[in-house]
């Protein structure tokens, strides 16, 4: 079979030139230029999603709603908005050793049970998953396992066996005959997925790609990936602790933000049922520059503890480090709480974390980063069994979060007794033990801290 021509298209303004050059002759941009195939085969532009010929008016289109199967792993399809529909692409990114295999073999096991499945390694060697298998209790599932790294004969086992469900691990090792370059480049990449996606439309199978993350955390190969699939799933974690969780990017058939949480332990992962108390430190006694916020994962509150240390400079430029939250975000609040608070970092370096390895994207920790930077500054701790949330702004007020009924309850039952909270969350009715103080602006939240410390 003769090789289709290739051709080198821009990834940035998709122009297209017969040679591959440093500079995009088009567009002027800099190494954008990667391998495709020439326009010319025109079999392969075959729509992504079925198509049929002219317009319809919107009404007249049949809504059918989509089906769902569960796949008996709860906090999965709690992710996916409530199981996986027929005939949609999950991409699952997360990097090397978090546990992607792990989760996607004990899903499928469960799965396997009523349903034909079909599991492709182009990584590990069917006896290395075996081992997997028997490790997580699941040699006797009758999952059908494939490894193979040829995208056709992959295709080929798909429409030969008909599975409801395929995963394909990973899609970074995995190359189309089509193409020259090797596998995992760009290239290979897409085009390897937008074929894998057109077959599960075709067929009306679930498949799962798993994709790796490079290391400034973006799942490698080009973007386009995220625009292809349906789904995009993202495994988070610390791995030094055994938390682990998956959370949903992109959803076409669900909502996002939704998270599943799991715990790694030695028989695989355990799902974690109610992870509301999960990402506190443990450590009851009061102690400086530690603050919780009741922090919302799509519609699950979950309390995480916030930690702070402030030290004064050792020679040089004041450091700002965050992980778990966003590091512009702290920039800015120690700006308000300069501004606003009288409260002074600039010649301090200033570190945070949320514990347990948890990431907080939700502007409501702002109050909780912000106290515990003041706590540690000032070497004083807040007060015991305090929660607070609260988003903040540039003029240092202090702004409603959704929900705020239901993130104190929740803190009510894990134990909290006091809590600091915007103005506008003031609930409407008392909440059981739990004392309840409304502030307005971040320099009344401190005034409370220190009438209260
Ligand atoms: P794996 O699923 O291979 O990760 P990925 O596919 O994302 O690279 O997970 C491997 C890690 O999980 C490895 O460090 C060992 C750990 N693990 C357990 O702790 N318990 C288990 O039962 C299994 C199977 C793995
Ligand atoms: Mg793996």
Redesign the pocket.
């Known amino acids: 079979m003769a090789k289709d021509k290739t051709l080198y298209s821009c990834n940035a303004c998709g122009g297209q030139t017969p040679k591959w050059t440093g500079q995009c002759p088009h567009c002027g941009e800099w190494n954008t230029l990667v391998e495709s195939l020439a326009a010319a085969s025109t079999a392969r532009f075959v729509p992504l999603a079925d198509q049929r010929r002219g317009s319809v008016l919107l009404p007249d289109i049949p809504a059918v709603s989509t089906q769902r199967h569960q796949t008996g792993m709860a906090e999965f399809d709690r992710v996916l908005g409530g199981g996986w529909v027929p005939g949609a692409v999950m991409l699952l990114g997360?990097d090397?050793?978090?546990?992607?295999?792990?989760?996607l073999l004990q899903t499928l096991a469960k799965v396997a049970e009523n349903r034909r499945t079909l599991y492709v390694t182009g990584e590990e060697s069917l006896e290395q998953i075996a081992l997997?298998a028997q490790?997580?209790g699941l040699a006797a599932a009758p999952v059908e396992m494939l490894a193979e790294i040829q995208l056709e004969r992959i295709l080929a086992m798909m429409a030969e066996t008909r599975p409801e469900i395929v995963v394909i691990d990973s899609i970074q090792t995995m190359y189309s005959d089509a193409l020259q370059s090797a596998p995992g480049s760009v290239g290979q990449v897409r085009e390897c997925a937008a074929q894998l996606t057109r077959q599960a439309k075709r067929l009306g199978l679930a498949t799962v790609l798993?994709g790796h993350v490079t290391k400034d955390g973006a799942i490698a190969g080009p973007r386009v990936l995220e625009h292809i699939v349906d789904t995009v799933l993202y495994?988070e974690g610390d791995t030094h602790s055994n938390f682990r969780l998956v959370r949903a990017i992109k959803n076409r058939f669900g909502p996002v933000n939704e998270l599943g949480v799991f715990a790694?332990?030695?028989?695989?992962l355990r799902e974690v049922g109610n992870p509301s108390a999960l990402f506190l430190s443990g450590q009851r006694s009061e102690v400086p520059g530690s603050c919780v916020v009741a922090t919302l994962e799509g519609t699950r509150p979950l309390l995480v503890e916030v930690q702070a240390l402030v030290d004064t400079v050792q020679g040089g430029i004041p450091r700002r480090l965050s992980v778990g939250l966003e590091p512009q975000r702290l920039a800015m609040l120690l700006a308000v709480l300069h501004r606003h608070g009288g409260v002074d970092c600039g010649q301090q370096d200033v570190f945070i974390n949320a514990v347990g390895g948890v990431r907080i994207s939700e502007p409501a920790a702002d109050l909780a980063v912000t106290l515990a930077v003041y706590s540690s500054i000032t070497n004083r701790s807040l007060r015991d069994k305090l929660i607070v949330f609260g988003e903040i702004g540039l003029t240092g007020e202090i702004r409603p979060v959704q929900r705020g009924q239901e993130r104190l309850k929740e803190a009510a039952k894990m134990g909290f007794t006091h809590a600091l909270i915007p103005n506008m969350n003031k609930p409407r009715q008392r909440i059981e033990n739990m004392h309840v103080e409304c502030v307005a602006t971040v320099s009344e939240a401190i005034q409370r801290c220190r009438a209260e410390a």
């Open positions: 997360g090397p050793g978090i546990g992607k295999s792990t989760l997997r490790r997580l798993v495994f790694m332990t030695e028989r695989g």
